[in-house]
């Protein structure tokens, strides 16, 4: 498990035992854990859980049926009329 810390040494509160293990986990798992956009939202992961997923993730919902056209999902686009 990956403990919360942030790149900013200010919200760490100069605490380099934090920031040194946000960097090596971020190292590991070849990610970003913390960013930041120029307008100030800030996305992270936290509670990350190293494994394989269960297999059950991918299975579709019950009841989903595979649209056979793009129609079917935007019936009320106008661009999707048919060309009769």
């Known amino acids: 498990m990956v403990e919360r810390c942030s790149d900013d040494p200010s919200e760490n509160q100069g605490n380099a035992a934090a920031t040194l293990r946000h960097q090596r986990a ?4 070849g990610i970003p854990l913390r960013v930041k956009t120029y307008e100030g939202r800030v996305t992270e992961l936290r509670n990350i859980k190293e494994g394989k997923p269960d297999p059950a993730l991918f299975d579709s919902p019950k009841g989903f049926k595979k649209a056979a056209t793009l129609k079917e999902v935007l019936p009320s686009d106008p661009f999707l009329d048919d060309e009769d």
């Open 26 to 29: 971020q190292e590991k798992l």
